[in-house]
């Protein structure tokens, strides 16, 4: 049995990932951590084997740290801090940290698409929809799509209710069009590969890892 924690665990992403390790049968749900149920990370991360954190771009950094530093493998989901001072901080850690900007299965083949869609058009611009309340723009998984696309690649951002989490990689060449989309319908698209990240955690033979892509295809 894997000992799992939640940061973040009142929140939407937390809630669901609670849900899902409760769900299998390999992993126990040892902590929930969050200032709104007056639970604080220090509090659990002694409990747990891998922490998951769902919180918010000032608050993941620093609980990676303290996950990295008790000895805890950390498989972070927030979006919008500082990766560069993650890869400081997992220097010479005993434990692993991994890092994905999109867990659904069907983003990380949009963005291998885009990738190789890249190399053969003339042009692409990137349209990402988020629910309101989502905190970055643009969204960490358009940023690390556009990182990973030949040229330049211009990214416009939607915010309305009624949305989870789309994208659209529009293409361009001669006389010709090429769109690419994404569409999540509620937060469970997410969760297969949390538990997959969860899984693997402690076996990665570098660290911090980013992007679930090689988890998914580890030769390339
Ligand atoms: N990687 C992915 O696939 C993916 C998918 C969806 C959302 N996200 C990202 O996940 C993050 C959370 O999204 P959400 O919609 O669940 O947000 P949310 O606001 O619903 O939840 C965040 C929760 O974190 C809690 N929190 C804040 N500071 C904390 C701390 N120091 N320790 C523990 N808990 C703390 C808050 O009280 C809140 O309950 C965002 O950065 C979002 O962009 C990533």
């Given at each position: 049995?894997?000992?799992?924690?939640?940061?973040?665990?009142?929140?939407?992403?937390?809630?669901?990932?609670?849900?899902?390790?409760?769900?299998?049968?390999?992993?126990?749900?040892?902590?929930?951590?969050?200032p709104a149920l007056g639970v604080a990370l220090a509090d659990v991360v002694g409990d747990a084997d891998v922490v998951v954190d769902f919180t918010q771009p000032d608050q993941a950094l620093d609980n990676a740290r303290a996950c990295l530093e008790a000895g805890v493998h950390v498989v972070i989901g927030t979006t919008g801090f500082d990766v560069g001072a993650l890869r400081s901080a997992a220097e010479g850690a005993s434990a692993n940290a991994f890092v994905a900007p999109n867990f659904a299965i069907g983003a990380v083949l949009m963005m291998r698409f885009a990738t190789e869609a890249s190399r053969h058009m003339d042009g692409a611009e990137i349209i990402e929809y988020h629910h309101p309340a989502k905190l970055d723009a643009p969204s960490g998984t358009a940023a690390r799509t556009a990182e990973l696309m030949e040229g330049e690649v211009p990214i416009h951002s939607v915010r309305l209710p009624g949305i989870v989490a789309d994208q659209d990689v529009i293409l361009g060449g001669a006389a010709q069009t090429l769109t690419i989309r994404h569409v999540t319908?509620?937060?469970?698209?997410?969760?297969?590969?949390?538990?997959?990240?969860?899984?693997?955690?402690?076996?990665?033979?570098?660290?911090?890892?980013?992007?679930?892509?090689?988890?998914?295809?580890p030769d390339g």
């Open positions: 049995m894997t000992r799992v924690a939640v940061a973040g665990a009142a929140g939407r992403m937390g809630q669901a990932v609670c849900a899902a390790v409760e769900g299998a049968d390999d992993l126990s749900l040892t902590g929930r951590a969050d319908t509620d937060r469970t698209s997410f969760m297969p590969g949390v538990l997959l990240a969860v899984r693997r955690v402690a076996e990665l033979t570098e660290s911090p890892v980013i992007g679930l892509e090689h988890l998914l295809w």
